[in-house]
């Protein structure tokens, strides 16, 4: 008998990465002009340079990154690559967002909204967001309990993949929107 997780518990997180890390992709490949710009936003808040053809190399890695990020969590067998990947990338945006925040100097617009929402900027929820999202891709790492699958296990891990992602989709526009709203009240 092992003591691993679920095998449901790690179908969902591989949904929902999957979904959240091929949708992020996507949003970055439709405008990689606009990607790079708050690439070297964020490179220039490292004390890097910002330089346009240093942003669009790291902006190409990253877009690669995230689709094999997404690859790796709906296709490989073993969740300890997809497990590293996702880790890795979600604490690279993590503390991307952190430091540009620290110093005062976060861009306008995250690069990291996909849900229908633009300009969102860099705050700490997105930090607090990616902190529970890399919980979720630790998830991935130990090897799931053996057990036999029924398709009711399938259909109920998959449901609950994109109910996960719905989640992710209106926390994210949510945050979007904190902004707005508090302006509202005042």
Sequence with gaps: MSLGIDP???IAARV???LLFLGTAVHKMRDLRTTATITSRYLRSFGLPGSPVLAAVVTAGLVAAELAAAGLCAFYPSGAAAA????GLLGVYALGMSVSIARGIAP??????WAGTTGQPAGWALVLRNIVLI???LLLAPQA???PLEVADHVGAFS???FAIAMYATADVLIAN???LREGTS
């Design 108 to 113: 306008e617009d995250c690069g990291c909204s």
């Design 84 to 87: 590293g990947l996702v880790v």
């Design 8 to 10: 449901v518990v790690q």
């Design 178 to 180: 904190h902004g707005l």
């Design 160 to 162: 609950l993949g994109l």
């Design 135 to 137: 919980a979720v891709g």
């Design 16 to 18: 929902l990465l999957t």
């Design 145 to 147: 309990a053996t057990r």
